[in-house]
């Protein structure tokens, strides 16, 4: 028998602290499957910011560090900089990074730092209970939008690959998805072709994953995937923003 | 090598270059521009990184990670910079990171002034970041002992995974004195065993550092951290005592202060008044050892000079003194600087009873 | 004959690869896991085409996939 699929080693062999269906879970395991195939895991460093990203910590087996809500861009440029052949990379949410880290991104993203940023955009704040986040949509309910999102007092979702993709620095800025298979392994292929731009010492990468919430939402897994195909995607398009040939 | 003639926040520079620093991260703050703009010459000579952040809660948040990596790193700020970098030293203690932190502290609060003041002392000593963690300060009062003490800071944060604060006040970080450098020290080439990265690829447990824990290792960090700053006043405190043996008024000041008050008490001492001071040098730990010996049947008076208003220090020294002699006060704030005749006309007053 | 295997300790019972396989052949609502999921149960271990649909939806890992000889 030929094993065609295994499950990778440098996460720990046990559920993961997310909720059924979240699909967290499965961007930390096609995460660590790249990892794996580029024979990084003794070579790596992890930076966990503040959010259900930081359930990271209790689930992979690689060098990490925990760090402040909105502030993996920053650290990541100091163990980046004092670290120069790790490979370096931040997974963070999308209230973590585009409302508290804001000005962490862009500019880690403007200077150019060598490292991977991993986006994790579900539109909503997951581990604090559901409240809006700069990405909700608008008419979206939340706990603090509880009759929709209303764009005249709250604004409009906000799109970081868009914006990243504006400035001169960045060298590979893209949006997937994780909501079927094909899907999934085009993201793989993603974050696999950000991962080695970084280690040939490309510049700043960053790849945006399009994940859910069942919880939150109040959905099932399985109709929060067509939540996502109905209304999240069409307004966070999926596609590369920029690939600049390093 | 001889002495050479430095500002006062290049000064701190250097020595922290030669003590071992390999990376800055700042945000521009009058008034210690002139440390980030000496480090972003002098660091890439030495093989180092600089990095001006977007802000000073980025720039603590870059040290922070440098350090994760076993790299000596600083950031250094002005009052209400050190204020926006509390939550990452907190950061730094919590999940045991050494770092230098070197605040050159203005008036205020709020934005206050650009001018120099001593207000950040109880920020410094008591709370420098939420939940509850201290941290050792050395306050110099000379560009040369400046230069000593950041010189070796790094050791003491490493000792103890534990940043390093440096409290230093405008007029300091300014002015311009000899100082004599010490040579480039010798760096660790092994890996301390909590250190991320690899670089040998070696096949290892992976590693973890983060400030959050489970309750019960939250609880035994909090203790062995209580356990280190008792220990901090057994084995780290240093003070200066100037003229005690004898002394009846027993001056407290530190920094800038102290340099104003050793002029006074020097003149006062050839007037044949029996007057002299203790000058901490770390504030945290506070030399208590200083006024615990002292012969209470002779003391009749304190008085805490700082360029603060009220005095910040006052709790520490009646603590010490409890009700053996009255503690009086003087002190300039805002901006508005110590003099020598100020100071003078302050003791003075208290020799002669109308204070 | 091809060989899907559902780990329930792993599995917490989403549903994703009963949805996306092909064949039809993973079935959810028939056995508990430990920890008190359902988890899909192989209706017919002989229908698998060892198309990887279900292990790459999988959040969770919990699904090994071998192709036969």
């Known amino acids: ?246 | 090598m001889g002495k050479i003639l430095m500002k006062g926040c290049e000064a701190i520079a250097e020595a922290a270059v030669l003590g071992g620093c390999r990376f800055y991260a700042g945000y521009p703050i009058t008034p210690q521009n002139e440390l980030p703009e000496y480090m972003s010459v002098r660091l890439p000579e030495v093989g180092g990184d600089f990095v001006q952040g977007e802000s000073e809660v980025a720039s603590i948040n870059m040290v922070y990670g440098a350090a994760t990596v076993g790299t000596r790193a600083m950031t250094s700020s002005s009052s209400p910079g050190i204020a926006l970098k509390s939550e990452g030293i907190s950061y730094l203690s919590g999940a045991n990171l050494p770092a230098l932190i070197v605040n050159v502290s203005r008036g205020g609060p709020g934005l206050g002034t650009i001018q120099p003041a001593q207000s950040d002392y109880l920020q410094a000593t008591k709370a420098m970041g939420h939940g509850g963690f201290r941290m050792i300060v050395f306050a110099p009062y000379s560009l040369q002992e400046a230069v000593d003490l950041t010189y070796n800071a790094f050791d003491y944060a490493e000792r103890d995974r534990n940043p390093v604060l440096i409290l230093i006040d405008g007029a300091l970080g300014s002015i311009k004195e000899l100082v004599e450098l010490p040579p480039m020290k010798e760096l660790p080439t092994e890996q301390a065993k909590w250190q991320l990265g690899n670089p040998t690829g070696e096949k290892r447990v992976a590693r973890m550092l983060t400030s959050i824990y489970p309750e019960a290792g939250l609880e035994t960090l909090n203790r062995t951290k209580g356990e280190m700053a008792v220990a901090w006043g057994e084995n780290d405190v240093m003070v200066e005592e100037f003229l005690l043996d004898d002394a009846e008024y027993v001056v407290v000041a530190y920094g800038i202060a102290a340099r104003v008050a050793k002029e006074a008490i020097t003149g006062l001492r050839e007037k044949g008044v029996k007057i002299g001071m203790i000058r901490p040098i770390t504030l945290f730990p506070f030399p208590k050892g200083s006024f615990r010996k002292l012969d209470y049947g002779k003391v009749k008076a304190f008085i805490d000079i700082e360029m603060t208003v009220p005095a910040q220090m006052r709790d520490d020294i009646a603590l010490e003194v409890l009700d053996r002699a009255p503690i009086y006060e003087y002190g300039r704030s805002g901006g508005v600087l110590l003099d020598d005749d100020g100071v003078l006309e302050a003791i003075e007053k208290v020799l002669e009873g109308e204070a | 004959m091809n060989e899907v295997k559902v780990n329930d300790k792993l599995c917490k019972g989403c549903g994703y690869c009963v949805h996306y396989c092909p064949k039809k052949i993973l079935e959810l609502g028939k056995v508990r896991s430990s920890k008190g999921h359902f988890y899909p149960a192989v209706t017919d271990q002989e229908a698998c085409i060892a198309c990887l649909m279900c292990a790459t939806i999988c959040p969770e890992g919990a699904i090994e996939v071998a192709k036969g000889e």
């Open chain 1, 1 to 246: 028998m030929e094993q065609l699929y295994k499950r990778p080693k440098c996460i720990q062999p046990m559920q993961s602290g997310y909720c059924p269906g979240c699909l967290h879970s499965l961007a930390t395991r096609i995460t660590a499957e790249v990892v794996e195939e580029l024979e990084q895991q003794n070579n790596c460093i992890l930076v966990l910011p503040v959010g259900c990203s930081t359930m990271g910590l209790l689930y992979w087996k690689i060098d990490m560090v925990g760090s402040a809500h909105g502030r993996a861009p920053a650290v990541a440029t100091g163990v980046k900089r004092c670290s120069k052949n790790s490979l370096v990379f931040t997974y963070q949410g999308d209230g973590d990074l585009a409302a508290i880290g804001l000005a962490e991104i862009l500019s880690a993203a403007n200077r150019g730092e060598n490292y991977t940023v991993l986006f994790a955009n579900n539109s909503i704040y997951g581990m604090t209970g559901g409240q809006m986040a700069p990405t909700t949509l608008e008419g979206q309910k939340s706990t603090t939008t509880q009759k929709g999102r209303d764009p005249l007092t709250t604004g409009y979702p906000m799109r970081m690959c868009e914006l990243i993709a504006t400035l001169d620095a960045p060298k590979y800025v893209a949006r997937f998805s994780l909501h079927d298979p094909a899907n999934v392994r085009k993201a793989k292929a993603g974050i696999k072709k950000a991962f080695e731009t970084q280690l040939a010492g490309g510049g700043f990468t960053f790849v945006e994953l399009m994940i859910n919430c069942p919880t939150n939402w109040g959905l099932t897994p399985l109709d929060s995937l067509t939540y996502m195909v109905e209304n999240t995607i069409p307004v966070f398009p999926l596609g590369v923003y920029k690939d600049v040939e390093v």
